[in-house]
């Protein structure tokens, strides 16, 4: 697989259980997906679900974008930053390089997510970009752990009697 960075926010952070893969295609959100498209020519562009949501980097929190990319009825989230890794950089973008990915932490409202979400390098948002405007849109496989559920309580007492029974 390429080189990615996972969330560390939604329903499938807290409780690991088995791998679950999703595959789909990748459209473009042409922006950063800080708020929920108006033009609804994009909208239209998504088609009907399960698909991807690619967004680039801004300004406004990974949680924000996976909630409005979720309400979108996107399958999972895939957020291209706008530098290379070094390890995948040219010799002209050595200088200016990120050694790893962005943390994708909670900013605290993330309990409500229930789609996957990772980041990506700029040469793999580029050429999903690119593929996504020649009006063939890439499949993309996502690998992640689903949540461990139970609807079972398990619940242990121990006490310690107050008054022995007299003998």
Not at 2 to 29: K, P, T
Request: aromatic fraction near 8%; hydrophobic fraction near 35%; proline fraction near 7%.
């Amino acid at each position: 697989g390429l080189y990615h960075a996972e969330a560390h926010f939604g329903a499938h952070f807290e409780y690991f259980r088995q791998e679950m893969h999703l595959v789909h295609r990748v459209r473009d959100a042409q922006g950063p997906l800080c708020s929920v498209p108006t033009n609804p020519n994009i909208t239209k562009h998504f088609g009907q679900p399960p698909f991807f949501l690619l967004a680039t980097d801004s300004a406004c929190t990974y949680t924000q974008k996976a909630r409005i990319a979720q309400q979108l009825g996107a399958a999972g989230l895939i957020v291209g930053i706008h530098k290379n890794l070094c390890r995948e950089a040219t010799p002209q973008e050595a200088e200016d390089c990120l050694e790893n990915f962005p943390d994708m932490s909670d900013d605290g409202t993330g309990k409500s997510i229930h789609i996957p979400t990772v980041v990506i390098s700029k040469n793999y948002t580029e050429h999903l970009q690119k593929q996504d405007r020649d009006g063939r849109p890439a499949l993309v496989e996502m690998a992640f752990k689903t949540p461990l559920r139970s609807d079972n309580v398990t619940l242990d007492l121990w006490y310690t009697p107050m008054h022995l029974p007299s003998e």
